[in-house]
T-cell receptor, first 114, second 113 residues
């Protein structure tokens, strides 16, 4: 069974631009979560989507948004990029939403904002 | 809000020595607790999880963790460290009824030959 895939793996953008990251969950998984990982802040929860609906959201500004498609693939968008948005963005999928279901992480997208 | 605290951002052990990575949680309700490992330039891999079925949880690669409610701890151990165990380890708690995982700051494990 293929794991969680994220594209692209690396990305360089300029301040003020916007970026879209993609995540394909494990087949059959309906929940997709996004996390930001930085050396200073560690791993922080961005949001979770389940059956095309955002179920939970972390404490990030509105510049960070996402969506989920009917095939469970998810995209994350960051508008008006800032230097502080440079991070590893991790996507995780689980079969269902809820505490009992473990998450499987993708390799991440390394975003560098210059 | 639920949280986890990892004591020691860097831990060094000799190859063959005991590995002990500490994690304390803060939770008002029975938590779901996890340990993840991250190798350089990779995503997170689940080592083990606690979901109240048993207090001693065995995971992959010879790791295990014991849930101690009285100490609000979920420390990760491995009897004998291997060079391949060098990585960053994250303790995490799942809360809110949804997939909102709160991670600890991480502990980088160095294994000295």
């Amino acid at each position: 069974k293929a794991g969680v895939t994220q594209t692209p793996r690396y990305l360089i953008k300029t301040r003020g631009q916007q970026v879209t990251l993609s995540c394909s969950p494990i087949s059959g998984h309906r929940s997709v979560s996004w996390y930001q990982q930085t050396p200073g802040q560690g791993l922080q929860f961005l949001f979770e989507y389940f059956s095309e609906t955002q179920r939970n959201k972390g404490n990030f500004p509105g510049r960070f948004s996402g969506r989920q498609f009917s095939n469970s693939r998810s995209e994350m968008n960051v508008s008006t990029l800032e230097l502080g948005d440079s991070a590893l963005y991790l996507c995780a999928s689980s079969r269902e939403t809820g505490s009992r279901y473990e998450q499987y992480f993708g390799p991440g997208t390394r975003l560098t904002v210059t | 809000a639920q949280s986890v605290t990892q004591l020691g951002s860097h831990v060094s052990v000799s190859e063959g020595a005991l590995v002990l990575l500490r994690c304390n949680y803060s939770s008002s309700v029975p938590p779901y607790l996890f340990w993840y490992v991250q190798y350089p330039n990779q995503g997170l891999q689940l080592l083990l999880k606690y979901t109240s079925a048993a207090t001693l949880v065995k995971g992959i690669n010879g790791f295990e963790a014991e849930f101690k409610k009285s100490e609000t701890s979920f420390h990760l151990t491995k009897p004998s460290a291997h060079m391949s165990d060098a990585a960053e380890y994250f303790c995490a708690v799942l809360s809110g009824g949804y997939q909102k995982v709160t991670f600890g700051i991480g502990t980088k494990l160095q294994v000295i030959p």
